[in-house]
């Protein structure tokens, strides 16, 4: 550790296993680098795991499955009680409602500069949803944008260049107080690589939470044309339910799409990198809200290629027909006919995964990551010290 504290940094995130999978090295990079860190999340079964990062906690709920007033301004107070108990020096929030939970609180309390992390924006920004509930909640999330993030000491940290525009294009925040950082990262060197060897059958393989937004239907859509086209492959499904969501996949919708063979059910896995580095391809046809999901990363780093959308986020990580193949989202057709193209062509499987690779290490290693998330915080520390001197 270094021997300067740099501040006290306070760190909002709402559950256990994101801050795992997608975080943790990163906040063990900022206090190894002198920053005072403070956790307040949500723990429920990853509780000793995230303990034993040694990062000091704070448990706090913050209810991702309904959105009330009540609950909403329960969990506001709860997060000013937190900032004036632990007196930080800078907020980082991570997460669209912990942005502005956390945003919403700093008009009770003291009001130290604060990072807001959208790693995407979610179903309430993704597109074709209107429900009355998804309207109110998008509604709710820009006025908080406009009134509450676009302040001088407020800054903004996005994932890919789309949210960035649609920040800036709608006035929620200022150009000098936004900064991109492509993912969360991975470290490329330790992760398992594919060893190609013959195999008759091409092996895809999908990971991901288990929402329709995911792109499930069109992934057992697509598989069941080429089930009938008697392409020879084995498409692998991994993942998690999230029950906080309205739209998750029903375990039985899985487990009978596995008894008529057209996916293999593995359930969820603790060993995903090694699971990739065995799979011959990666799909992914997502039409969420992306940042930059970092399973796509995991998949270049395991020397991969992967089948996704041209959706936000997804389309910052594969080149079309250069290290993977883009299909349009919600189309069964096109992703069935990109996944034949995978199995007819095998020849190309290594080549672009050797090429995905390569982009994982130039692009998005785990320490590229950390690096500039240092720098902005660095930055937003000394922005502070300036104006209060």
């Known amino acids: 550790m270094g021997n300067t504290v740099k501040g006290r940094l306070l760190v909002f995130e709402s559950e256990d296993f994101g801050f795992l999978n997608h975080r943790k090295d990163i906040l063990l990079a900022f206090k190894n680098a002198g920053y005072d860190v403070i956790l307040a999340i949500n723990m429920s079964d990853k509780k000793r795991e995230v303990e034993n990062t040694g990062i000091p906690t704070i448990q706090v709920n913050l209810e991702r499955s309904h959105l009330s007033v009540f609950t909403f301004f329960h969990k506001v107070f709860e997060y000013a009680r937190i900032i004036k108990r632990t007196r930080p020096d800078i907020i980082f929030a991570v997460g669209l409602r912990p942005a502005v939970t956390a945003a919403t609180a700093q008009c009770f309390r003291r009001r130290p500069p604060s990072l807001y992390a959208f790693g995407g924006l979610g179903d309430a920004f993704s597109g074709s949803n209107n429900s009355i509930r998804l309207t109110l909640i998008r509604q709710c999330f820009e006025a908080s944008f406009k009134f509450l993030i676009n302040r001088p000491s407020r800054y903004c940290l996005f994932q890919n260049q789309e949210n960035l525009r649609l920040f800036l294009e709608r006035g929620w925040s200022k150009k000098e107080n936004c900064f991109v950082i492509q993912g969360v990262g ?204």
């Open 186 to 389: 991975v470290d490329v060197e330790s992760s398992p690589q594919r060893q190609w060897s013959g195999r008759d059958e091409v092996r895809f393989i999908f990971v991901g939470r288990l929402v329709w937004e995911k792109g499930i239907r069109h992934l057992f859509e697509a598989c069941k044309i080429l089930k009938q086209k008697h392409v020879n492959f084995e498409c692998q499904v991994v993942g998690i339910f999230d029950k906080a969501k309205s739209s998750t996949v029903p375990l039985e919708y899985i487990e009978q799409h596995a008894k008529e063979g057209t996916i293999r059910w593995l359930g969820p896995r603790s060993d995903v990198p090694s699971l990739l580095s065995q799979a011959d391809c990666f799909v992914f046809p997502s039409f969420y809200g992306e940042g930059v999901p970092k399973v796509l990363l995991e998949a270049c780093a395991a020397g991969i290629p992967s089948i996704t959308t041209n959706n936000i986020g997804c389309k910052d990580v594969i080149d079309h027909e250069v290290d993977g193949w883009i299909v349009p989202p919600r189309d069964s057709e096109a992703l069935a006919a990109a996944m034949e193209r995978a199995v007819r062509n095998r020849e190309l499987l290594q080549p672009f995964g050797n090429n995905a690779r390569i982009k994982a290490r130039e692009r998005f290693t785990l320490g590229q990551v950390i690096a500039g998330h240092l720098e902005i915080l660095d930055h937003i520390r000394d922005a502070s010290r300036r104006t209060t001197t």
